[in-house]
C-alpha cells in the first residue's frame, strides 16, 4: 500500500517502513505526527484519487530526526563589469519513517 501526501509544498509517494526528508516540521524527536493531506491512496492495482483530498486517509509518521542540507553554494557574475556575488544556504529538514497507511 502506498500514499502520495502534501507537505512543506510538495507532494511525497510515500510507503510504510519508509524513510524520508521533508520540509522542517516543528516536532520532537521521537514524537509521532499524523500527515492528513493525503492526495491518493493505492494498493495493487487499485487507486483512489481525492478531489483534492482522500476522506478519512491519514499518514502516521515517527520523527526520526532534525537537521539541515548540505550547503548550496550560489554564485553569480557579470563578466567585464567587476562583479562576483558569493552566497550560500543551508535548508533545514525533518527526517521521518512512515509508520501506517489508514485510507
Given at each position: 500500500m502506498?500514499?502520495?501526501?502534501?507537505?512543506?509544498?510538495?507532494?511525497?509517494?510515500?510507503?510504510?517502513?519508509?524513510?524520508?526528508?521533508?520540509?522542517?516540521i516543528?516536532?520532537?524527536?521521537?514524537?509521532?505526527?499524523?500527515?492528513d493531506?493525503?492526495l491518493?491512496?493505492?494498493?495493487?492495482?487499485?487507486?483512489?484519487?481525492?478531489?483534492?483530498?482522500?476522506?478519512?486517509?491519514?499518514?502516521?509518521?515517527t520523527?526520526?530526526?532534525?537537521?539541515?542540507?548540505?550547503?548550496?553554494?550560489?554564485?553569480?557574475?557579470?563578466?567585464?563589469?567587476?562583479?562576483q556575488?558569493?552566497?550560500?544556504?543551508?535548508?533545514?529538514?525533518?527526517e521521518?519513517?512512515?509508520?501506517?497507511?489508514?485510507?
Amino acid at each position: 500500500m502506498y500514499a502520495v501526501i502534501k507537505t512543506g509544498g510538495k507532494q511525497y509517494k510515500v510507503a510504510a517502513g519508509e524513510k524520508l526528508k521533508v520540509e522542517q516540521i516543528p516536532a520532537d524527536i521521537g514524537s509521532e505526527i499524523t500527515l492528513d493531506q493525503v492526495l491518493a491512496v493505492g494498493a495493487g492495482e487499485t487507486i483512489k484519487f481525492g478531489s483534492p483530498l482522500v476522506q478519512g486517509a491519514k499518514v502516521l509518521a515517527t520523527v526520526v530526526a532534525q537537521g539541515r542540507h548540505d550547503k548550496v553554494k550560489i554564485f553569480k557574475m557579470r563578466r567585464r563589469k567587476h562583479y562576483q556575488k558569493r552566497q550560500g544556504h543551508r535548508q533545514n529538514y525533518t527526517e521521518l519513517q512512515i509508520v501506517s497507511i489508514n485510507g
